[in-house]
């Protein structure tokens, strides 16, 4: 291998390494003898710095840490051949032994090249079942309906309420103000007729069309509420004639 290779070789490499970075001494003497002992601990170190590739390493039954460099090489050399389907130039007896310098710094390239290609996958993968699961989450949620807004407004229409905040959760669902009135079915007399008073006083800022919708609704409940003891029926507003009884 001539000198320019080599340093051309370790160019590249010394570029990998500040990507990955790598934070271990880097013998640049013995990558360029070719010392297995110069090589294993950048590859042992591209390959177990990166919790996912690490994690899905073990779950495939690869442990990379804690071995003999035969070991580490045996199971390196498995793990470029099922996991990367990438096949070595040297043999791992070759790896093992003294020389074979540019093919040991090309190999190490290549790790890493793959490494940062998986790594880049896995997170796109990560980022997609994000989405998904988010996506699925939001479909999953019923989308909120007028009853459930015209609900929570009415709950807040007590007596002596607040006019402002009243107002405010009026308009919210003005786009279904009839809805009010059904929520104040079944309540008590005095509270019906104060409640729907204040409905009344806030459906003036709606269309005309809505208004007379909503008026309508509160005259039906009006008659369906009236006091049976004393025999009063309601008239609609818009109609109702005030009779006095001759003195």
Request: charged share 30%.
């Given at each position: 291998?001539?000198?320019?290779?080599?340093?051309?070789?370790?160019?590249?490499?010394?570029?990998?390494?500040?990507?990955?970075?790598?934070?271990?001494?880097?013998?640049?003497?013995?990558?360029?003898?070719?010392?297995?002992?110069?090589?294993?601990?950048?590859?042992?170190?591209?390959?177990?710095?990166?919790?996912?590739?690490?994690?899905?390493?073990m779950a495939s039954g690869f442990e990379l840490t804690g071995k003999t460099?035969?070991?580490?090489?045996?199971?390196?050399?498995?793990?470029?051949?099922?996991?990367?389907?990438?096949?070595?130039?040297?043999?791992?007896?070759?790896?093992?032994?003294?020389?074979?310098?540019?093919?040991?710094?090309?190999?190490?390239?290549?790790?890493?090249?793959?490494?940062?290609?998986?790594?880049?996958?896995?997170?796109?993968?990560?980022?997609?079942?994000?989405?998904?699961?988010?996506?699925?989450?939001?479909?999953?949620?019923?989308?909120?309906?007028?009853?459930?807004?015209?609900?929570?407004?009415?709950?807040?229409?007590?007596?002596?309420?607040?006019?402002?905040?009243?107002?405010?959760?009026?308009?919210?669902?003005?786009?279904?103000?009839?809805?009010?009135?059904?929520?104040?079915?079944?309540?008590?007399?005095?509270?019906?007729?104060?409640?729907?008073?204040?409905?009344?006083?806030?459906?003036?800022?709606?269309?005309?069309?809505?208004?007379?919708?909503v008026l309508e609704k509160r005259l039906e409940e009006l008659e369906k509420?009236?006091?049976?003891?004393?025999?009063?029926?309601?008239?609609?507003?818009?109609n109702l004639t005030h009779e006095k009884s001759p003195s």
């Amino acid at each position: 291998m001539s000198t320019a290779d080599l340093h051309g070789g370790l160019q590249k490499l010394e570029a990998f390494l500040r990507t990955i970075k790598f934070t271990g001494p880097v013998d640049y003497n013995g990558l360029s003898q070719g010392d297995p002992s110069a090589v294993l601990p950048i590859l042992s170190f591209s390959l177990t710095t990166f919790p996912p590739l690490n994690e899905q390493l073990m779950a495939s039954g690869f442990e990379l840490t804690g071995k003999t460099d035969l070991r580490f090489t045996e199971t390196l050399f498995k793990v470029l051949r099922d996991i990367f389907h990438y096949k070595p130039t040297l043999t791992k007896e070759q790896f093992l032994k003294f020389g074979f310098s540019q093919r040991k710094i090309s190999l190490i390239c290549d790790v890493i090249d793959l490494v940062l290609q998986k790594k880049r996958q896995m997170k796109k993968t990560k980022v997609k079942h994000t989405r998904a699961s988010k996506d699925s989450k939001e479909e999953r949620r019923p989308p909120p309906t007028d009853a459930d807004t015209v609900s929570e407004m009415a709950s807040g229409l007590a007596i002596g309420g607040n006019p402002s905040t009243n107002a405010k959760r009026f308009q919210a669902c003005s786009h279904s103000p009839e809805a009010v009135v059904t929520e104040l079915t079944g309540w008590n007399w005095t509270d019906v007729e104060r409640r729907l008073s204040a409905v009344e006083a806030q459906v003036q800022s709606l269309p005309v069309v809505h208004r007379l919708n909503v008026l309508e609704k509160r005259l039906e409940e009006l008659e369906k509420q009236r006091d049976p003891e004393k025999g009063i029926e309601l008239q609609p507003k818009d109609n109702l004639t005030h009779e006095k009884s001759p003195s």
